[in-house]
């Protein structure tokens, strides 16, 4: 076992050393466990450390026996139109024009026909009743031209569009945190000066709020990422389009933005650590085939819509 420095990428001795000072109590594994398939685990990402801590038998399925199920549809539109937006930034960013609405348009559906023949090879799609093929592509049209005209010529100019960013919590480990950034701009702060800004776009059925995203796990990890490369960026734009439904009738945008201090940047990374402890600690004690801990029966995580292992967990619907 290691102890948390926080020696990452671009290290920058002042502010780091008092990062490892506060992190250093948590005993961090030099590796995690072997996958499913033997190979060891090799990275903690954002979305599996939150799917750790909303259900411990949840993240053990999926990665250490690889149960992972079907995407579903809303995931499926939400990484198509990430895929379109993403192609206009990198035609300004590679050759300086900027893609018209059709262009994008034409982007988002060569890449809808391109993903879903791939994905009918694998487990197929996992549509819904209330969200069926037809109908989430043509949500997608509509995201993709809200984002052009309402988030788009908001979010500043673009230096980077989804950059891997790697780094270490502490020398010799054998595993990292791998984060992709949306894009990452220079946007006006409030005096008017350009200033680093991650952006990650959402197409989701609720918006997030401010409270939501001064709390939210994926912007500490990015911002925590940047600061540890020695390039912190002001602050982390939500830039979502909310999809229509039941309270919603028509589909609207929103950005919100969220900043970190350096103790809230710490505690990430701490919490982070911590549960690469207790990964390596479950495994150890119950093996890869033995439940790990249930989700909270009242979240919306436990429940038939939102599991795709419900049905068979002991903690779900029971055995």
């Not at 037809?134 to 979010?155: D, H, Q, S, T």
Request: aromatic residues 8%; hydrophobic residues 40%; glycine residues 8%.
């Amino acid at each position: 076992m290691s102890n948390l420095t926080l020696a990452g990428v671009g290290q920058r001795a002042p502010v780091v050393t008092k990062a490892s000072e506060l992190a250093a109590r948590i005993p961090v594994p030099a590796r995690l466990p072997e996958r499913f398939d033997g190979k060891p685990l090799q990275h903690l990402s954002p979305s599996s450390y939150s799917l750790w801590v909303a259900c411990p038998e949840a993240w053990r399925r999926r990665y250490m026996k690889g149960e992972r199920p079907a995407p579903s549809g809303a995931m499926f539109l939400g990484g198509r139109v990430d895929e379109a937006l993403s192609a206009y930034y990198r035609r300004l960013l590679d050759h300086g024009d900027r893609l018209s609405l059709d262009q994008v348009l034409d982007i988002y559906r060569n890449h809808w026909v391109d993903a879903l023949e791939a994905e009918r090879e694998k487990q197929g799609i996992d549509w819904e009743d209330e969200l069926t093929e037809r109908a989430a592509f043509e949500m997608g049209r509509e995201a993709i031209g809200l984002a052009m005209a309402k988030l788009v010529p908001n979010l500043g100019d673009p230096v980077d569009v989804q950059r891997r960013l790697e780094f270490c919590l502490a020398p010799g480990l054998e595993w990292t945190v791998l984060c992709y950034l949306d894009v990452e701009t220079l946007k006006a702060d409030e005096a008017g000066e350009p200033a680093p800004t991650v952006v990650d776009f959402k197409v989701k059925g609720s918006l997030i709020t401010k409270e939501q995203a001064d709390r939210d796990p994926q912007a500490g990890l990015y911002l925590a990422g940047r600061w540890l490369e020695g390039h912190p960026a002001n602050e982390l734009v939500f830039a979502q389009v909310a999809k229509p439904g039941k309270r919603r009738k028509q589909m609207n945008a929103s950005l919100v933005g969220t900043s970190r201090s350096v103790g809230e940047m710490r505690g990430v990374l701490a919490r982070i650590a911590l549960a690469a402890s207790q990964i390596a600690a479950c495994h150890e004690r119950y093996g890869p085939d033995q439940p790990w801990g249930f989700a909270d029966p009242t979240s919306w995580k436990c429940s038939p819509r939102y599991c795709a292992h419900w049905a068979s967990c002991p903690g779900g619907r029971g055995l």
